[in-house]
């Protein structure tokens, strides 16, 4: 059974960096074709993705952040890192972390989603 | 602006048909396979279609999905109420830098 989920704070100031963790299970990181990326969705507006790292370690950033974006991963710890520098208001979202397998490239599974609100 | 275009609505009756479009280019549709998500208020998006037109199990054979050249539609046939959500289409891209892109949704009533 493969389950994500997203961890982080709910309240960042603007300016600061935000650090959210994914923490998944049901599936190995390590795994061939094993990929997790990053989705956000500020409220009441559409999906935006964000960020992928793949199980061989390569690593895909939005291009309008990609200079902001830092994705990293603990296969020991089934665990994937999200790091957003210079928090803006905009950036007030629902954070999704979700895996896709390489190849026919869809998103299987989602976690639950964790708001992050910037906010002075 | 979404790189793959959708409407932003679209409505028809319960027991009827729906059909939404998603439309891109030939550096994401065209070359890649699209898939569909429906989101429920306050939840995380679902997978409703892969690889163009695969349902994953436990996806009715009412939702499909086609793809013809640079776009791509998602069909929902007996309409329920259960089915007003807002749908997504995605797609791989790889033009200036590759990258997974969606849609812009689409709010689906069921009148």
């Known amino acids: 059974q493969v389950t994500l989920r997203e961890s982080g704070p709910a309240l960042v100031r603007p300016t600061q960096t935000l650090t959210l963790t994914c923490t998944f299970s049901?599936?190995?990181?390590?795994?061939?074709?094993?990929?997790v990326n990053w989705v956000r969705q500020p409220p009441g507006k559409a999906l935006e993705w964000l960020a992928r790292i793949d199980w061989d370690d390569d690593k895909y950033y939005s291009t309008s952040l990609k200079t902001r974006l830092t994705v990293s991963k603990d296969t020991s710890k089934n665990q994937v890192v999200l790091t957003m520098t210079n928090m803006d208001p905009v950036d007030t979202a629902t954070y999704y972390c979700?895996?896709?397998?390489?190849?026919?490239?869809?998103?299987?599974?989602w976690g639950q989603g964790t708001l992050v609100t910037v906010s002075s | 602006q979404s790189v793959l275009t959708q409407p932003p609505s679209v409505s028809a009756a319960p027991g009827q048909k729906v059909t939404i479009s998603c439309s891109g280019s030939s550096s994401n549709i065209g070359s890649h396979y699209v898939s569909w998500y429906r989101q429920l208020p306050g939840t995380a998006p679902k997978l409703l279609i892969y690889?163009?037109?695969k349902r994953p199990s436990g996806i009715p054979d009412r939702f499909s999905g086609s793809k013809s050249g640079t776009s791509a539609t998602l069909g929902i046939t007996g309409l329920q109420t259960g089915d007003e959500a807002d749908y997504y289409c995605?797609?791989?891209?790889?033009?200036?830098?590759?990258?997974?892109?969606f849609g812009g949704g689409t709010k689906l009533t069921v009148l």
């Open positions: 995605g797609t791989w891209d790889t033009s200036l830098s590759a990258g997974w892109v």
């Open positions: 049901g599936f190995s990181l390590s795994t061939n074709k094993m990929c």
């Open positions: 690889e163009n037109n």
């Open positions: 979700a895996r896709i397998v390489a190849g026919p490239d869809y998103f299987d599974y």
